[in-house]
């Protein structure tokens, strides 16, 4: 059965893959499992048909028959259970696998989207500059211990896993703001990543929708 994702119809972020369909895209691309894209507005997502697949009217969401889920981390740990190739085979390296996926959306990504959300929204405020240096504070203590930790290897634990996709994309969104510059090991774990052909076919899919937004334009 081929599974439906939506995303977003005009990404905020005109096809730099940062929206989290893009994880799940990727996933999908790694497992080989292919799939059908719908496409949202922001008034869509806010109406029924597709408040009944997400609660809070987001995207990504993911449906396969009578299944329907939302949250790009359940979507990605659903794929990686169901298919080989995004979760090792052994119990324990497994669990560790989980447990980066868990650190990369409950650990590290909230200080990153909280400098997002600053920058988009605060940024005329008179104290904006001392907030911008405290999140800048709060991402660099999440980015040292994980630079530590990865060091010289290519992954976060053996084999790339579903927790790479997790955190790739989670720190993907620093891009530009050279936090990521202070730890060559992580920018090249991300560009080891973004090399990947899996994670290229997603990204040129989901390019291919602002195009096609462009043009219609
Ligand atoms: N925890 C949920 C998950 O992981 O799936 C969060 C889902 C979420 O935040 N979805 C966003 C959304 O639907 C899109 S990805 N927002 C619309 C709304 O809430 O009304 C977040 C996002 C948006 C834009 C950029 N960008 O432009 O760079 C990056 C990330």
């Known amino acids: 059965m081929i599974p439906t994702i939506t995303a977003f119809k005009a990404s905020p972020d005109r096809g730099r893959g940062l929206a989290r369909d893009m994880r799940v895209r990727w996933a999908l691309e790694e497992v080989g499992q292919p ?19 997400h609660p809070f009217g987001q995207i990504p969401t993911y449906e396969e028959g009578d299944l329907a889920l939302f949250e790009s981390g359940a979507i990605v740990f659903h794929l990686a259970q169901r298919h ?4 090792p085979c052994d ?17 590290v990504e909230p200080p990153i ?4 959300m600053a920058i988009l929204t605060e ?32 992954w976060l634990d053996g084999d ?4 790479d996709v997790m955190m790739v994309h989670v720190l993907q969104r620093l891009g530009g703001s050279g936090l ?6 992580l920018a090249a774990y ?11 076919r997603a990204f040129e899919a989901q390019y291919a929708v602002f195009v096609a937004a462009s043009a219609g334009a």
């Not at 119990?91 to 650990?107: D, E, K, Q, Y």
């Not at 989207?113 to 997002?116: G, L």
């Not at 800048?136 to 999440?142: G, N, S, V, Y």
């Not at 560009?191 to 994670?199: G, I, K, S, T, V």
């Open 113 to 116: 989207v909280e400098r997002s």
């Open 35 to 53: 799939y059908e894209v719908r496409l949202v507005t922001f008034e869509e997502m806010k109406q029924a048909a597709h408040l009944a697949l």
């Open 190 to 200: 991300i560009a080891r990543a973004e090399a990947r052909p899996a994670y290229r």
């Open 180 to 185: 990521l510059e202070e730890h060559p090991n």
């Open 84 to 87: 080989a190739g995004l979760l």
């Open 123 to 154: 940024s005329d405020k008179p104290w904006a500059g001392e907030r911008h240096a405290m999140l800048e504070a709060r991402i660099r203590a999440r980015l040292d211990p994980l630079s530590t930790r990865l060091g010289d290897a290519d």
């Open 91 to 107: 119990a324990g390296a497994r669990a560790r696998a989980v447990t980066w996926m868990f650190a990369a959306l409950a650990t």
């Open 160 to 163: 790339f896993s579903a927790g």
